[in-house]
């Protein structure tokens, strides 16, 4: 039995885990769309919303998708259960993008960020006072395009001493801080979807709902499609729901 999948707990799990991860490698994406995007797309804006919620993954290209780069944290550790958990933020509900939202640490890319590693462990530093030295970086997906055509990387790290994390929270950014257990995003409950359509193409948005400390977050969108790609990855296993994701194009103008 794979070690994410056990009852067994310990730091050994993780260790395993990490191991495995190590060895992912995100599928590749056709290099002609990215060329489209460049040439058709570089400093506008796409109109429809849809694509924020699409959660469509884009292969890799650091030269190319260098001027509008971001880094999404998936720090997992291990509950008190002995389940794997994800840590996640509610937004401040005074932001301008997204604000009230549920969403991973993470954020744009700097101009001192030796990769999206860190990225990722820097936005998280930032906004909830997670000690980069304690997350083990050890994968990144696919990148996903935000509504803005961000190229956002995922990046799945381990956090091996969990009681070493006490969040200090960044109130400009975030709200609330807290954790979900990452197997919930490939289970058909307490999940709804929507149906939407981009350039033709019929496609499935996510919603979550969840409760933790008699406080209820609804996990949606990119986050959720984020959430959903990471866990069939880390438990080996897709979700048992249709994810129905759409196959990227780009709108001629």
């Given at each position: 039995m794979d070690s994410s999948n056990s009852n067994g707990g310990g730091p050994q799990r993780l260790l395993d885990l990490a191991e495995r991860l190590r060895l992912y490698k995100p599928p590749p994406f056709p290099e002609d769309i990215l060329d489209q995007i460049m040439e058709e797309n570089e400093g506008k804006v796409v109109s429809q919303a849809s694509l924020t919620e699409s959660a469509t993954p884009i292969a890799q290209n650091t030269e190319k998708f260098r001027y509008k780069r971001a880094a999404v944290l998936i720090c997992i550790f291990e509950g008190d259960a002995g389940e794997l958990r994800v840590i996640l933020t509610k937004r401040s509900s005074k932001l301008s993008t997204y604000s009230g939202e549920v969403a991973l640490p993470g954020g744009k890319a700097e101009e001192g960020d030796k990769d999206d590693g860190d990225t990722a462990k820097r936005?998280?530093?930032?906004?909830?006072?997670?000690?980069?030295?304690?997350?083990?970086?050890?994968?990144?997906?696919?990148?996903?395009?935000?509504?803005?055509?961000?190229?956002?990387?995922?990046?799945?790290?381990i956090l091996h001493d969990?009681?070493?994390?006490?969040?200090?929270?960044?109130?400009?950014?975030?709200?609330?801080?807290?954790?979900?257990?990452?197997?919930?995003?490939?289970?058909?409950?307490?999940?709804?979807?929507?149906?939407?359509?981009?350039?033709?193409?019929?496609y499935l948005i996510h919603l979550f709902d969840y409760e933790i400390e008699h406080k209820k977050y609804l996990i949606w969108g990119l986050t959720a499609g984020i959430l959903i790609r990471a866990a069939s990855i880390v438990y080996?296993?897709?979700?048992?729901?249709?994810?129905?994701?759409?196959?990227?194009?780009?709108?001629?103008t």
């Open positions: 936005e998280a530093m930032e906004e909830i006072g997670l000690d980069p030295e304690l997350v083990d970086v050890v994968t990144f997906l696919e990148p996903f395009f935000s509504k803005y055509l961000m190229r956002v990387v995922p990046v799945i790290g969990k009681k070493a994390f006490k969040p200090v929270l960044n109130p400009a950014e975030v709200e609330v801080v807290f954790d979900a257990p990452l197997e919930m995003f490939l289970k058909n409950e307490n999940r709804s979807e929507e149906k939407m359509q981009w350039m033709g193409e019929n080996q296993q897709p979700p048992a729901f249709m994810e129905q994701n759409p196959k990227f194009k780009l709108p001629r």
